[in-house]
């Protein structure tokens, strides 16, 4: 098992940041991706950023330029730093970490999520 604990969220204004902090443990070994979702309400949970292990970066169309991921194999966190962010933007911001195995297969981690208001 994989748990993950989130701290960061919070209530900013547009155009202001936010730093998410995703701090991993338990059985790490074999984590290939960690990464950030969120979901607003009504709505789908969504990509919003993942980094692997060996450093590959996917970022959603929406965000490109304006958040930052960044991963720590040795500490296993992944943080998500926020800049200009919108009200668009707020949702709950879920870690999100993903194993590969030879017994199980693909294995989703989910935090338990960090809410993000963005005020205009």
């Known amino acids: 098992q994989v748990q993950l604990v989130e701290s960061g969220g919070g209530l900013v204004q547009a155009g202001g940041s936010l730093r998410l902090s995703c701090a991993a443990s338990?059985?790490?070994?074999?984590?290939?991706?960690m990464g950030w979702y969120r979901q607003a309400p009504g709505k789908q949970r969504e990509l919003v950023a993942r980094?692997?292990?060996?450093?590959?970066?996917n970022y959603a169309d929406s965000v490109k330029g304006r958040f930052t991921i960044s991963r720590d194999n040795g500490k296993n966190t992944v943080d998500l730093q926020m800049n200009s962010l919108r009200p668009e933007d707020t949702a709950v911001y879920h870690c999100n970490a993903v194993k590969v195995t030879s017994v199980a297969g693909v294995i989703n981690y989910w935090g338990q999520g960090t809410q993000v208001t963005v005020s205009s």
């Open positions: 980094i692997t292990s060996g450093g590959s970066i």
């Open positions: 338990g059985t790490i070994f074999s984590i290939y991706a």
